[in-house]
């Protein structure tokens, strides 16, 4: 089945203003590494289902073994077959997908001039491509289901950047796909809006994970991946009405 689940059961759970993630399934992709392994950790512990997805298999695992509830679906995201089977999968868990977490991305850095089209291609693929797929099969999926008490049928969450909506000098074609993925986002909220489905981006700042690891980053200030998970867990227990659209998260300290 290509899959691997945990075998604890759900163990629910009760979100800091009130409302449960306990009967909730999230699927989050990018959750082998930094920012969405916290994610779907953040949401796992508050009592979600995780159907986790990235490519690679073992990084997974180890992500999500210590939630009481989760499901690892190797995916590649850019591949449409893959993320079919993925949304499979999770509406397999419970009949229902709740909150997806679009985490899964890659950063080539590069001036213009020496950027190939082989990173250029697979910037938009994985960051822009792999965003409409997953947002396409949630909402198909979420237009499904009935509606949770309040109205609310689905959330999904895009992680985006600060670079998608500022330039960032060597990341033309990151900043490129982010853009994208900021005007896919804000479309794809009035369309589902009044149809019961929230839509939320979280535009981090720079977070201290392996995308950020080289030296040329080492005297930054950096986000830990964890203050990114509670941008999001407050995104998806804000009340049934509220809708946190965009979600600036920096770092105190100045650049
Ligand atoms: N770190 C920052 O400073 C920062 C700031 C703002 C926004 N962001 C955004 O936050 C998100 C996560 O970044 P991160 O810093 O956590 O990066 P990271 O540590 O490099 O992790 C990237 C994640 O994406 C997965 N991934 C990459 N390509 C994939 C593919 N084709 N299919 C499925 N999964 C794939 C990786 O798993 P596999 O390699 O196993 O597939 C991994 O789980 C990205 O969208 C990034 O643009 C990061």
Same mark, same amino acid.
């Given at each position: 089945?290509?899959?691997?689940?945990?075998?604890?059961?759900?163990?629910?759970?009760?979100? +800091?203003?009130g409302?449960?993630?306990?009967?909730?399934?999230?699927?989050v992709?990018?959750?082998?590494?930094?920012?969405?392994?916290?994610? !779907?950790?953040?949401?796992?512990?508050?009592?979600?289902?995780?159907?986790?997805?990235a490519?690679?298999? !073992?990084?997974?695992?180890?992500?999500?073994?210590?939630?009481?509830?989760?499901?690892?679906?190797?995916?590649?995201?850019?591949?449409?077959?893959?993320?079919?089977?993925?949304?499979?999968?999770?509406?397999?868990?419970?009949?229902?997908?709740?909150?997806?977490?679009?985490?899964?991305?890659?950063?080539?850095?590069? +001036?213009?001039?020496?950027?190939?089209?082989?990173?250029?291609?697979?910037?938009?693929?994985?960051?822009?491509?792999?965003?409409?797929?997953?947002?396409?099969?949630?909402?198909?999926?979420?237009?499904?289901?009935?509606?949770?008490?309040?109205?609310v049928?689905?959330?999904?969450?895009?992680?985006?950047?600060?670079?998608?909506?500022?330039?960032?000098?060597?990341?033309?074609?990151?900043?490129?796909?982010?853009?994208?993925?900021?005007?896919?986002?804000?479309?794809?909220?009035?369309?589902?809006?009044?149809?019961?489905?929230?839509?939320?981006?979280?535009?981090?700042?720079?977070?201290?994970?392996?995308?950020?690891?080289? +030296?040329?980053?080492?005297?930054?200030?950096?986000?830990?991946?964890?203050?990114?998970?509670?941008a999001?867990? !407050? !995104?998806?227990?804000?009340?049934?009405?509220?809708?946190?659209?965009?979600?600036?998260v920096?770092?105190?300290?100045?650049?």
């Amino acid at each position: 089945m290509g899959s691997w689940e945990s075998t604890r059961g759900d163990a629910g759970g009760t979100d +800091p203003i009130g409302g449960s993630l306990g009967s909730r399934v999230a699927v989050v992709t990018g959750a082998s590494r930094g920012i969405g392994a916290a994610i !779907a950790r953040a949401l796992g512990r508050e009592g979600a289902f995780i159907v986790g997805a990235a490519r690679t298999r !073992a990084d997974l695992e180890v992500a999500l073994a210590g939630l009481p509830a989760a499901l690892a679906v190797p995916t590649d995201v850019s591949d449409p077959q893959a993320v079919r089977t993925l949304f499979e999968a999770a509406a397999q868990v419970r009949g229902r997908v709740d909150i997806v977490v679009n985490a899964a991305g890659v950063l080539r850095r590069a +001036p213009v001039e020496q950027t190939t089209l082989a990173d250029w291609r697979e910037s938009l693929e994985v960051n822009l491509t792999a965003v409409f797929l997953c947002s396409r099969a949630a909402v198909r999926q979420m237009l499904g289901q009935r509606e949770a008490p309040g109205g609310v049928r689905g959330h999904i969450v895009q992680i985006v950047s600060g670079a998608g909506v500022h330039g960032w000098e060597g990341s033309s074609a990151y900043a490129a796909s982010k853009f994208g993925v900021m005007g896919f986002t804000e479309t794809l909220r009035e369309e589902v809006r009044g149809r019961g489905i929230k839509v939320t981006e979280i535009l981090p700042g720079m977070v201290d994970t392996d995308m950020t690891a080289q +030296p040329e980053f080492s005297g930054r200030a950096k986000l830990a991946p964890e203050d990114v998970a509670r941008a999001v867990l !407050a !995104a998806v227990t804000a009340s049934p009405a509220a809708v946190l659209q965009r979600v600036d998260v920096r770092h105190l300290a100045p650049r």
